[in-house]
T-cell receptor, first 118, second 110 residues
Framework: DAKTTQPTSMDCAEGRAANLPCNHS???????VYWYRQIHSQGPQYIIH???NNETNEMASLIITEDRKSSTLILPHATLRDTAVYYC???????????????????FGTGTRLQVML | NAGVTQTPKFRILKIGQSMTLQCTQD?????MYWYRQDPGMGLKLIYY???????DKGEVPNGYNVSRSTTEDFPLRLELAAPSQTSVYFC?????????FGPGTRLLVL
């Protein structure tokens, strides 16, 4: 799995958009970009994932550059409850590795600690 | 669906004791994982399974064993607990393209 680089920490005012960057310059063609977050000591929570097109769901938007070497997770209106550690991960999803009988494991780095402030 | 459930939520073990961390998912997912997370650190993969009867080692398997006799259950066994195994343990399962995590088991070995 490709390695990712994220800022250690970021601050964001409540109600503003939080833009979390991630560099993954060695991503391969079949690897997807995943975002997870971990609030305090809870289990990691899936946010969104994508291959090359921009994606949006009820939680966030994912913007992937055309060369796929970097991406940005956007929380459109950050709230205090969005304070968490955010992990950017690149991997081949299980559906794409089913024929090999192997799983492309989630490799968690240290992530970005997002602090949402009043 | 209850999702991924883990028991117990918290446990204190003495050095040398053994225990089994239970993990169950009711979503008929083939892929299941065990991770550990030490304080202030990221998650590390212990073992994973791609289906009933198939398991494989992850990044930090030493001191642990797993089994996968059914699709639903993926227990993690600690045979001789050591202080280095003090951690939070997360079980996870995957349908086809995302991994869902359980709430975790906090283990303290004294």
């Amino acid at each position: 799995d490709a390695k990712t680089t994220q800022p250690t920490s970021m601050d964001c005012a409540e109600g503003r958009a939080a833009n979390l960057p991630c560099n993954h310059s060695t991503i391969s063609g079949n690897e997807y970009v995943y975002w997870y977050r971990q609030i305090h000591s809870q289990g990691p929570q899936y946010i969104i994932h994508g291959l090359k097109n921009n994606e949006t769901n009820e939680m966030a938007s994912l913007i992937i550059t055309e060369d796929r070497k970097s991406s940005t997770l956007i929380l459109p209106h950050a709230t205090l409850r969005d304070t968490a550690v955010y992990y950017c991960i690149v991997r081949v999803p299980e559906a794409r590795s089913i024929n090999t009988g192997t799983a492309s494991k989630l490799t968690f780095g240290t992530g970005t600690r997002l602090q949402v402030m009043l | 669906n209850a999702g991924v459930t883990q028991t117990p939520k918290f446990r204190i073990l003495k050095i040398g004791q053994s225990m089994t961390l239970q993990c169950t998912q009711d979503m008929n997912h083939n892929y299941m994982y065990w991770y550990r997370q030490d304080p202030g650190m990221g998650l590390k993969l212990i073992y994973y399974s791609v289906g009933a009867g198939i398991t494989d080692k992850g990044e930090v398997p030493n001191g642990y064993n797993v089994s996968r006799s059914t699709t639903e259950d993926f227990p993690l066994r600690l045979e001789l607990a050591a202080p280095s195994q003090t951690s939070v343990y997360f079980c996870a399962s995957s349908p086809r393209d995302r991994v869902d995590f359980g709430p975790g088991t906090r283990l303290l070995v004294l």
